[in-house]
């Protein structure tokens, strides 16, 4: 037993995972998930506020590199700030249940901009990514927040890290310097604004892409990290006793546990809204028909999904009763459920203000999430109905198809019909040997 466990077990797993080729299903689920990311990146690169932050970047940052659905070409690092959080701005992308996080929200960016940058293939983009979603999900498993952090920006960095030194042609100890250098500097991000209504939050992830982009190029450079320093970081950052701690194996790949998003909220908002939607043919045309409505659902969503009448995006991204509501007055939860316009909605705020949350001990009790819903109409009738899966789910992972169905929603407006569906092709087509540039080339906006 050494005083560096993390270290140890890391090193054994970049060691495992740094030179064979990905098995086909990681390579095909890494793929997906390169695909998904973009999309919500394109739909979140058209909310003003992201356009402005692109027009703010590129006047102090401007460089050579182009993402789709952007205009400005920016450098390195503000490209991987850039990308992230746009991709995060819908509350539309990936994560690892395991980890409860987003190991590819962090790991891509710092991947993607490296790639372009640097002339880099598909498939060597798809390595870099399938390793940082590694690195990240095994650490994100053991290092839980603390009470009042959120988890992006946190551990997600390692990812960001490890992909950054693998795109760098660096070593697999230097990729392991890169975490423990990235370690140094994990921030105990906030969820505070998510209560407040404030997007600042969406900067985590691309923060934490930067950072570990930063601590790759350090570590290839020669800078040498004090070998225990990811343990010092669960200690202090994280409050935990690192002795304690230890990464699963590296039997299974990560990659194809993870899930993709069907819907525009928080995963945990995704339940009820499932049960909303398969229970919306039974409901009048009318709203206002619609009485009382009871959620019941496990503890953890309330608890980090609890936000009420939310005045802003992020708050609604993180609110099982506007979800529900949105859900039950439109039959679905896209990237426009939780914009300013959807918020304005009288007739469904006044459903929202409806939503009773209950905690459902069965579930907490078995470990399950899920919800069920019973809502109550002005002629007397309950209606019931309940999710204990959506798309994305283990048992129901986002098939290909879905996949690109969802993007081609997301991409659509920004990049026209056309373009979208031929960059949603190359991503799942493209010969792995082909230049990641070929791949993502933005597409001139067409005709509508």
């Known amino acids: 037993m050494t005083d560096t466990p993390l270290a140890d077990a890391l090193a054994a797993l970049l060691a495992a995972r740094w030179d064979p080729p990905l098995p086909p299903e990681v390579a095909r689920r890494a793929r997906l998930l390169l695909l998904d990311t973009v999309g919500c990146a394109i739909a979140g690169a058209a909310a003003p506020e992201v356009a402005a932050l692109a027009e703010a970047t590129m006047a102090g940052r401007r460089g050579s590199l182009r993402l789709?659905?952007?205009a400005v070409a920016l450098d390195i690092p503000a490209a991987a700030l850039l990308f992230a959080t746009a991709a995060c701005w819908d509350e539309a992308c990936e994560g690892l249940a395991?980890?409860?996080?987003?190991?590819?929200?962090?790991?891509?960016?710092?991947?993607?901009?490296?790639?372009?940058?640097?002339?880099?293939?598909?498939?060597?983009?798809?390595?870099?990514?399938?390793?940082?979603?590694?690195?990240?999900?095994?650490?994100?498993?053991?290092?839980?927040?603390?009470?009042?952090?959120?988890?992006?920006?946190?551990?997600?960095?390692?990812?960001?890290?490890?992909?950054?030194?693998?795109?760098?042609?660096?070593?697999?100890?230097?990729?392991?310097?890169?975490?423990?250098?990235?370690?140094?500097?994990?921030?105990a991000s906030l969820y505070l604004p998510i209560r407040r209504g404030s997007a600042a939050r969406n900067l985590y992830a691309g923060q934490a892409a930067e950072r570990g982009i930063a601590a790759a190029i350090a570590a290839a450079s020669g800078i040498a990290p004090p070998a225990d320093a990811l343990e010092e970081a669960a200690r202090v950052a994280f409050g935990l006793d690192p002795?304690?701690?230890?990464?699963?194996?590296?039997?299974?790949?990560?990659?194809?546990e993870g899930y993709l998003k069907p819907f525009a909220a928080v995963r945990h908002a995704h339940y009820p809204a499932a049960a909303a939607i398969a229970l919306r043919p039974r409901?009048?045309?009318?709203?206002?028909?619609?009485?009382?409505i009871r959620l019941r659902t496990y503890s953890e969503a309330i608890a980090y999904a609890g936000n009420r009448a939310p005045a802003a995006p992020i708050t609604a991204q993180f609110s099982l009763s506007w979800a529900t509501a949105h859900a039950l007055r439109h039959g679905a939860l896209g990237p426009g459920a939780c914009r300013p316009e959807a918020l304005a909605d009288a007739a469904t705020r006044r459903l929202e203000a409806l939503v009773a949350i209950e905690a459902d001990p069965a579930r907490d009790a078995a470990g399950r999430r899920g919800a069920s819903l019973l809502v109550r109409l002005a002629d007397g009738r309950e209606l019931a109905a309940e999710a204990d899966s959506v798309p994305g789910?283990?048992?129901?992972?986002?098939?290909?198809?879905?996949?690109?169905a969802?993007?081609?929603?997301?991409?659509?407006?920004?990049?026209?019909?056309?373009?979208?569906?031929?960059?949603?092709?190359?991503?799942?087509?493209?010969?792995?040997?082909?230049?990641?540039?070929?791949?993502?080339?933005?597409?001139?906006?067409e005709d509508r």
């Open 406 to 445: 969802k993007v081609l929603d997301y991409a659509r407006p920004v990049l026209g019909g056309a373009a979208a569906a031929r960059l949603a092709e190359a991503i799942c087509s493209a010969p792995e040997e082909t230049p990641l540039a070929a791949v993502l080339m933005p597409q001139e906006p």
């Open 98 to 187: 395991r980890a409860h996080g987003r190991p590819g929200l962090h790991t891509l960016p710092a991947v993607l901009a490296l790639g372009l940058s640097r002339g880099a293939t598909l498939g060597a983009v798809l390595q870099a990514l399938a390793l940082g979603y590694e690195v990240a999900g095994r650490l994100g498993e053991v290092l839980r927040i603390r009470r009042g952090m959120h988890v992006d920006g946190t551990w997600g960095v390692f990812g960001a890290a490890a992909g950054a030194a693998r795109m760098l042609g660096a070593s697999a100890a230097e990729a392991l310097d890169a975490v423990r250098i990235a370690a140094l500097g994990v921030p």
């Open 393 to 404: 789910d283990a048992d129901r992972p986002m098939t290909e198809a879905e996949t690109r």
């Open 243 to 256: 002795a304690g701690l230890a990464l699963a194996p590296p039997e299974a790949w990560l990659l194809p």
């Open 283 to 292: 409901l009048p045309a009318d709203p206002g028909a619609i009485i009382g």
């Open 68 to 70: 789709p659905g952007f």
